[in-house]
């Protein structure tokens, strides 16, 4: 075993290495950019080394200095975690010449299966079953068109060396062919340098199945089991679960089996996931991601095992820990990816502060001795006061659960999402919500293609505890103006206080989702308090809890408690698994504010410009584009929200603008 290793990445797959080094004994080496001097990842390895600047390309891209900080600090192999460089073979390449053992698999192996046309030719030598299409070397625009046609549609264009869902497209006409395909390959050469592209045919209402796969030095592989990654929004994953339902062991066994052949196949050493594609009992290859995969904490739930610690024990030589006969599923595990995101945009990346950030309870990336299970995990890179910043992906955390059934996994699931509380970047917590309690999902009816097909009922509005919410909020706004009926001194008391007799107080709100403006009014009358709200007028009472901005209160008949989070006169309340954000309308301290207006033609969020595809004096029709941006690894287009004529253009390529900056001028018809 290693004595000491670099771990090339952040964010909460550093720290889950960190973890397992931690508990064999490993010291770790964090490496770290300007933008992530005092994240979670450098705290939580026994030293670190500042590698450059906030963007990727300048520092966790940066082999030669991620080679260098390793050779400093006399670390003996490397862990690439996932993303970044963990599927570069010129890194793998770069720690064989330094003599630093490289914790994934042979440069040869990542090179076949790096590029998904060739690892196709492999699959397709080693008997792996695979989709129709066009993996050639022609690129011509014409001959793809050709083959595409001949496929017959919907087709599916995909960057070869891609991967995350980056460069995918899915064509339903011939005549879309040519604009999809010109965004693909522009999509594909940003993200991997590399603007080659494959075609196949594009199954409909298929699963995504992959198998987790383990190799060693010694010529032993064995398959961890399969995940069903079917729940998915532009290609990228939502939920995991482990094993996949529905399967019949015949089928398990088979694909399992088909894995470790893919695996061979290239020699591989290592942890890897091979992907499958399915359609009632078939299963297709789609591609093999060599390195430890994102949702890898749910085969960790079902098996009881440590992956990491298998790949650090394979990467310095010992063989498997455990042949194929002696490895079991327990139970069913569940993975829900927390991301600072806004579904209601469209999925967009958000940034900002961690105001608040409070986490179901729960064991943290270690399942524990001796193959222990905890009913919930969360793994995560952040801390409350972090900030999440355009460099990087946007996730949270992952919240992991497991139950002896899929039931029981589903409502820890349902439970756990509802102690969720983060305030500051928005989050597709609701939507994870809702998600895991929809009928498809609960019910096991999984394919790609279920969030866009159950769209209106996922993004419906849901009917919310508004009076309960508002009883905490008011409870929390007392507490904090005075503490009526606690006794505090009158003079610093929100309520209209008296020498004799009781009280009546109107508070305004304005709730932030929906921008509507709420009325509570609170009377104090000698014992008795009422709230009216929702206009109706109830018996009230409220309490502080034990824990930190714990609140409580009766209205009516209805007692509730929950956590209220004070950020200025905006008051979050989270209470009966839903959360909502109520500022409150001081008018003397606000008398002087004025309403701001929407801008228009701006950037959703900080990024690049990376095409400009108008000029001034252009005419064009409403919803043409104009703008390309790319921020957070997705391109974004803004399109002309009205017929007009473009008068000016603020920004040119390769320009970074902030989040809401105008990008340029319309003369609206």
Same mark, same amino acid.
């Given at each position: 075993?290693?004595?000491?290793? @670099?771990?090339?990445?952040?964010?909460?797959?550093?720290?889950?290495?960190?973890?397992?080094?931690?508990? @064999?004994?490993?010291? $770790?080496?964090?490496?770290?950019?300007?933008?992530?001097?005092?994240?979670?990842?450098?705290?939580?390895?026994?030293?670190?080394?500042?590698?450059?600047?906030?963007?990727?390309?300048?520092?966790?891209?940066?082999?030669?200095?991620?080679?260098?900080?390793?050779?400093?600090?006399?670390?003996?192999?490397?862990?690439?975690?996932?993303?970044?460089?963990?599927?570069?073979?010129?890194?793998?390449?770069?720690?064989?010449?330094?003599?630093?053992?490289?914790?994934?698999?042979?440069?040869?192996?990542?090179?076949?299966?790096?590029?998904?046309?060739?690892?196709?030719?492999?699959?397709?030598?080693?008997?792996?079953?695979?989709?129709?299409?066009?993996?050639?070397?022609?690129?011509?625009?014409?001959?793809?068109?050709?083959?595409?046609? $001949?496929?017959?549609?919907?087709?599916?264009?995909?960057?070869?060396?891609?991967?995350?869902?980056?460069?995918?497209?899915?064509?339903?006409?011939?005549?879309?062919?040519?604009?999809?395909?010109? $965004?693909?390959?522009?999509?594909?050469?940003?993200?991997?340098?590399?603007?080659?592209?494959?075609?196949?045919?594009?199954?409909?209402?298929?699963?995504?199945?992959?198998?987790?796969?383990?190799?060693?030095?010694?010529?032993?592989?064995?398959?961890?089991?399969?995940?069903?990654?079917?729940?998915?929004?532009?290609?990228?994953?939502?939920?995991e679960e482990a094993p996949a339902p529905g399967l019949d062991d015949s089928v398990r066994r088979a694909m399992g089996e088909a894995a470790v052949a893919a695996a061979r196949a290239v020699n591989y050493v290592g942890a890897g996931t091979v992907e499958f594609i399915m359609t009632g009992a078939d299963f297709y290859f789609m591609e093999m991601n060599t390195r430890l995969q994102v949702e890898h904490p749910v085969t960790e739930m079902v098996t009881g095992l440590d992956l990491v610690e298998w790949q650090l024990r394979v990467a310095s030589g010992e063989p498997l820990p455990l042949e194929q006969s002696q490895l079991t599923v327990t139970g069913h595990a569940l993975e829900a990816r927390i991301y600072a995101e806004n579904p209601a945009r469209g999925f967009l990346p958000s940034t900002g502060t961690l105001k608040h950030l409070r986490m179901p309870e729960g064991v943290?990336?270690?399942?524990?001795?001796?193959?222990?299970?905890?009913?919930?995990?969360?793994?995560?890179?952040?801390?409350?006061?972090?900030?999440?910043?355009?460099?990087?992906?946007?996730?949270?955390?992952?919240?992991?659960?497991?139950?002896?059934?899929?039931?029981?996994?589903?409502?820890?699931?349902?439970?756990?999402?509802?102690?969720?509380?983060?305030?500051?970047?928005?989050?597709?917590?609701?939507?994870?919500?809702?998600?895991?309690?929809?009928?498809?999902?609960?019910?096991?009816?999984?394919?790609?293609?279920?969030?866009?097909?159950?769209?209106?009922?996922?993004?419906?509005?849901?009917?919310?505890?508004?009076?309960?919410?508002?009883?905490?909020?008011?409870?929390?706004?007392?507490?904090?103006?005075?503490?009526?009926?606690?006794?505090?001194?009158?003079?610093?008391?929100?309520?209209?206080?008296?020498?004799?007799?009781?009280?009546?107080?109107?508070?305004?709100?304005?709730?932030?989702?929906?921008?509507?403006?709420? $009325?509570?009014?609170?009377?104090?009358?000698?014992?008795?308090?009422?709230?009216?709200?929702?206009?109706?007028?109830?018996?009230?009472?409220?309490?502080?809890?034990?824990?930190?901005?714990?609140?409580?209160?009766?209205?009516?008949?209805?007692?509730?408690?929950?956590?209220?989070?004070?950020?200025?006169?905006?008051?979050?309340?989270?209470?009966?698994?839903?959360?909502?954000?109520?500022?409150?309308?001081?008018?003397?301290?606000?008398?002087?504010?004025?309403?701001?207006?929407?801008?228009?033609?701006?950037?959703?969020?900080?990024?690049?410009?990376?095409?400009?595809?108008?000029?001034?004096?252009?005419?064009?029709?409403?919803?043409?584009?104009?703008?390309?941006?790319?921020?957070?690894?997705?391109?974004?287009?803004?399109?002309?929200?009205?017929?007009?004529?473009?008068?000016?253009?603020?920004?040119?390529?390769?320009?970074?603008?902030?989040?809401?900056?105008?990008?340029?001028?319309?003369?609206?018809?």
């Open positions: 075993m290693f004595n000491k290793i @670099l771990i090339a990445n952040r964010g909460e797959i550093a720290c889950r290495v960190a973890a397992t080094c931690r508990r @064999l004994g490993v010291k $770790s080496v964090a490496v770290y950019s300007d933008a992530d001097a005092n994240a979670k990842h450098v705290a939580a390895c026994d030293e670190a080394v500042h590698i450059g600047e906030a963007s990727a390309q300048q520092s966790y891209l940066r082999i030669e200095r991620i080679i260098a900080a390793a050779k400093a600090t006399g670390a003996q192999a490397i862990h690439p975690g996932y993303g970044f460089l963990s599927e570069n073979e010129d890194f793998g390449r770069a720690c064989e010449e330094a003599g630093i053992v490289f914790i994934g698999p042979p440069v040869a192996a990542i090179a076949a299966m790096g590029s998904k046309a060739a690892a196709k030719a492999l699959m397709h030598a080693a008997a792996v079953p695979l989709v129709p299409g066009y993996h050639g070397d022609d690129q011509d625009a014409a001959l793809l068109q050709r083959e595409a046609d $001949s496929m017959g549609y919907p087709v599916l264009l995909k960057a070869s060396a891609g991967g995350g869902g980056k460069g995918m497209r899915v064509v339903e006409r011939s005549e879309d062919l040519a604009a999809a395909l010109a $965004s693909c390959k522009r999509e594909a050469a940003s993200s991997f340098g590399n603007d080659r592209v494959l075609i196949e045919k594009y199954l409909t209402r298929p699963r995504h199945v992959e198998v987790q796969v383990f190799a060693d030095q010694h010529g032993g592989a064995v398959y961890l089991f399969d995940r069903d990654c079917s729940v998915q929004r532009r290609h990228q994953k939502v939920l943290e990336f270690s399942i524990g001795e001796a193959g222990e299970r905890a009913s919930v995990r969360i793994d995560s890179g952040v801390r409350e006061g972090d900030t999440i910043t355009p460099f990087y992906d946007p996730m949270i955390a992952k919240l992991i659960v497991h139950g002896a059934t899929r039931d029981e996994a589903l409502a820890r699931m349902r439970r756990a999402l509802e102690e969720c509380e983060i305030v500051g970047p928005h989050t597709n917590v609701e939507f994870l919500h809702r998600l895991v309690t929809c009928e498809p999902f609960a019910g096991a009816d999984l394919d790609t293609g279920l969030i866009e097909r159950h769209h209106d009922a996922l993004f419906a509005a849901q009917k919310k505890p508004l009076r309960e919410a508002l009883a905490l909020a008011c409870a929390a706004l007392i507490a904090r103006e005075g503490g009526v009926g606690l006794g505090a001194s009158p003079w610093q008391a929100l309520a209209h206080w008296r020498l004799n007799g009781g009280f009546a107080q109107t508070f305004a709100w304005r709730d932030t989702e929906s921008d509507t403006a709420l $009325s509570t009014a609170f009377t104090h009358d000698g014992g008795a308090q009422t709230l009216a709200c929702a206009g109706e007028e109830e018996r009230y009472t409220w309490w502080r809890g034990e824990r930190e901005n714990e609140y409580g209160a009766t209205i009516g008949n209805n007692r509730v408690t929950g956590h209220v989070f004070i950020d200025g006169d905006v008051f979050h309340v989270f209470c009966l698994g839903v959360a909502m954000s109520f500022e409150w309308q001081n008018l003397l301290a606000h008398a002087a504010d004025a309403e701001h207006g929407e801008g228009r033609l701006t950037a959703p969020m900080p990024g690049k410009v990376i095409a400009v595809l108008v000029e001034p004096g252009a005419v064009v029709e409403k919803g043409a584009p104009l703008i390309v941006m790319e921020a957070m690894k997705m391109e974004h287009t803004i399109g002309a929200p009205a017929a007009g004529k473009v008068t000016e253009v603020l920004y040119a390529v390769g320009d970074q603008v902030a989040d809401g900056a105008q990008l340029l001028m319309l003369e609206a018809e």
